[in-house]
């Protein structure tokens, strides 16, 4: 099967097409011919290297964390999804391939109104939205939810995600992204490149950081008491949620069929929309990464595989 891999670590450059063998599934996995992976901010964290230390890598390397395609083959211990469905799921790597072998416990029957590469783009922002607004922020009905990078592929549907919460969502955005993050829902959009959030937003109950940096450490202040802090991004600090008397953590979510079955209800209902940015052939997966890399798109590229 063909497959992107790198077999160092360094920019785009490094990806190159080959050819491998197709995987055979475990006994508890599933085999998908795959039609559409995603790109994710984590492709290149991994490919540059800078996560070596946490995340050793047996190069070469196949990059991609989610796919959508049909169902293959089964191991002998699957019983829930058979041949010849058609799942969404997310694994660690190899998803930039024509085949992937993921765990059952990780995939799902795509949502009933959606096309393979608009369920690929689902799967990342609908486990790390359920992760971060559900698991961990356990945001409930009249809440107020402060989303930074609320029209990135991930905050575009984790916004209208809180909304479907019954959340008050307020978002940080740029550009055309702000009216973006409007229309999907939010009921506040602030200008992260001109404007302070500080100065405008306080008391919220939950914060969730998809940014980091500077952005992260300003957000302690807007957190009501006994609030939370939830970012996907980097570790907080610990001293300053003693101070301000809130519950801060970096969380990196784990994927679930469970998880993916509450955003396919959501999908189905009409209430949550795929946000695609631009699609691209798996062979361009370079070009892909460094449009990512770039930033303002507001939405998911997908590689599309045939
Ligand atoms: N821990 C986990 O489990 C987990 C899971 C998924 C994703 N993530 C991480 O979450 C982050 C977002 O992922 P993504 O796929 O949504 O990326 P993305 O599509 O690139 O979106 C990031 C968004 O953040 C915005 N942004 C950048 N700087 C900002 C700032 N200072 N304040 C507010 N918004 C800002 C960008 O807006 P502009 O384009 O206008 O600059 C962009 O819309 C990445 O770092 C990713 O690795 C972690």
Known sequence: ????????????????????????????????????????????????????????????????????????????????????????????????????VIKEESAALIPNNVSLPEAAALVIPIVTSYTFLVTGGELKEGQRVLIHGAAGAVGGIMVQIAKALGAYVIGTASRGGLELAKSLGADEVIDYKNQDFTQLVKDVDLVIDLAGGETQAKSFAVVKKGGKLLSAVMPPSQELAEQYGINAQFISSEPSHKKLE?????????????????????????????????????????????
């Open 1 to 100: 099967m063909k497959a992107i891999q790198f077999d160092t670590y360094g920019d785009s450059d490094v990806l190159h097409l080959t050819e491998i063998n197709k995987p055979q599934p475990g006994e508890n996995e599933i085999l998908i011919k795959i039609a559409a992976t995603t790109v994710n901010p984590f492709d290149m964290k991994v490919r540059s290297g800078s996560m070596q230390k946490m995340i050793p890598l047996n190069l070469p390397w196949i990059p991609g964390s989610d796919v959508a395609g049909r169902i293959e083959a089964v191991g002998s211990g699957v019983s829930r999804l058979k041949v010849g469905d058609e799942v969404f799921g997310s694994t660690f790597g190899g998803t930039y391939a024509e085949y992937v």
């Open 262 to 306: 509450f955003g396919v209800k959501l999908v189905e209902e009409g209430k949550v929309k795929t946000q695609i940015a631009k699609i691209l052939k798996l062979e361009e997966a370079g070009k892909a990464q460094d449009l990512v890399t770039a930033g303002g798109i507001n939405g998911k590229v997908v590689l599309e595989v045939n």
